[in-house]
Structures are given as C-alpha cells and as structure tokens.
C-alpha cells in the first residue's frame, strides 16, 4: 500500500515526539511506496538551523531515508531567520498553511503530534 504523509510541527517542544513518530512509522511502511513531509512554521522553523540544532543528526538521517524537510518563509521572516542559516536541504515554502492544504488536497494524511 502507497502512503503519504504531512507530518505538522509549530512547536520546539514538538520537534522530538515528531522525529520519533516519523522513525517509528518509517519502520512500518514500504519506504519505496511512502512519500513523508515534515512542515515547520512559526516556532518551529528553528528546528532547521545549522547552528547549535539538536535535532541536525536525526533529521539528517531521515532525510538520507527520503523524508522531506519544508519551511514556512512566513515563520522564517518573522523570527528574522535567513534561509541560508537553515540545513542545506530544507525546502522553503511561501506559506506553511498554504502548503499544508495543498498536500492534504492530493490525498495526503495530515499528523500533528
């Protein structure tokens, strides 16, 4: 079975109960056959800075397994974060809600832990 996947995070308190769920549910599935996001915005787009991130080596190791990392360039220009101090291979979305609606249009289940 195909499954995709929006996993929503807003919160720094959200960040490890979200990379747990994802490893976790990575385990489960057909990777081959299983597309997972993970969206940040507001607080949360902090959780992708290179510098000082506790997350970087998990978020690193589910990136190598195919997860896609996206940011809300709203919550980045509010809290006056640079796109370029963020991991290299997160992807920048205009707007994180817009995002979310569009995944949820073609059929993606949305998790927000």
Not at 37 to 48: D, F, P, Q, T
Not at 60 to 66: F, I, T
Not at 68 to 87: G, Q, R, S, Y
Not at 105 to 110: I, K, L, Q, T
Request: aromatic share 8%.
């Amino acid at each position: 079975m195909n499954y995709d996947v929006v996993f929503h995070v807003d919160e720094m308190s959200k960040w490890a109960l979200t990379l747990k769920n994802v490893s976790n549910l990575l385990q489960q599935v057909d990777k081959e056959k299983t597309r997972i996001e993970i969206l940040a915005n507001s607080e949360a787009v902090k959780g992708y800075m290179l510098l000082d991130n506790i997350f970087e080596t998990d978020i690193r190791q589910l990136h190598a397994q195919g997860v896609v990392f996206v940011a809300c360039n709203n919550a980045l220009k509010a809290l006056a974060i640079d796109p370029i101090e963020l991991l290299p291979f997160i992807k920048v979305v205009p707007a994180g809600v817009l995002e979310l609606i569009e995944r949820q249009s073609e059929g993606y289940a949305y998790i927000k832990p």
